[in-house]
């Protein structure tokens, strides 16, 4: 099943920080985060698994809650390289299907 | 160190005419295999899988078809494709089942 992020478009400076959230109606084995920049493949920043981990990717960081099935992605000190898409996939119980989100868009401006 | 590589970049075919991609992954042994489609807007849906020669699952059902002829050769295929078929196609690979992919480059095909 499809997760669902929110919210669909985020523009911040260079700098500010910004959280973008991966929603699921269903209990997760995991949540990938990828980002994609425009006309190019997705590249995988991190994965969480069940326990409520977080994780860091340069000052891109992620936290899995299982009992929300939610996971936000936190991006710090944003600079303008963080801008792209990102897209969360989730799976259930391990069973090799990533169901992606249609992605969070994130634009960073001077 | 493991590379995927994907081919054409770009294609544009009429309606009605056949498909093939290829993709083909570099450095690794029995990786298991995806392809996906990003239409314009929407998110990476999941087209086919295999995790080994031969064992293809699909998730859609559609006029495209996958085969696994190598170890580390992945096909897309169709007969006849539709306006609804553009997108841009990505490869991808994972180690094991529950793994990260990791994304080949993607093609982008406009059926006209």
């Known amino acids: 099943q499809q997760p669902v992020q929110s919210p669909q478009a985020v523009i911040l400076r260079e700098g500010e920080d910004a959280v973008i959230n991966c929603s699921s109606s269903k209990a997760l084995y995991s949540v990938h985060w990828y980002r994609q920049k425009h006309g190019e493949a997705p590249v995988f920043l991190m994965i969480?698994?069940?326990?409520?981990e977080q994780k860091g990717h340069e000052k891109i960081s992620a936290s899995f809650n299982e009992k929300k099935q939610q996971s936000s992605l936190y991006l710090t000190a944003s600079q303008l390289s963080y801008s792209g898409t990102y897209f969360c996939?989730?799976?259930?119980?391990?069973?090799?299907?990533?169901?992606f989100g249609k992605g969070n868009q994130v634009v960073v401006i001077p | 160190s493991q590379t995927i590589h994907q081919w054409p970049a770009t294609l544009v075919q009429p309606v009605g005419s056949p498909l093939s991609l290829e993709c083909t992954v570099e450095?690794?042994?029995?990786?298991?295999l995806y392809w996906y489609r990003q239409a314009a807007g929407r998110g990476l849906q999941l087209l086919f899988y295999?995790?080994?020669?031969?064992?293809i699952s699909s998730e859609v059902p559609q006029n495209l078809s996958a085969s696994r002829p190598q170890d580390r050769q992945f096909i897309l295929s169709s007969k006849k494709l539709l306006l609804s078929d553009s997108g841009f196609y990505l490869c991808a690979w994972s180690v094991w089942t529950n793994g990260h992919r990791i994304f080949g480059s993607g093609t982008q095909l406009s059926v006209l």
């Open positions: 969480l698994l069940k326990g409520g």
């Open positions: 996939g989730t799976e259930q119980g391990g069973n090799n299907r990533l169901a």
């Open positions: 295999s995790v080994g020669i031969g064992q």
């Open positions: 450095g690794t042994s029995n990786p298991n």
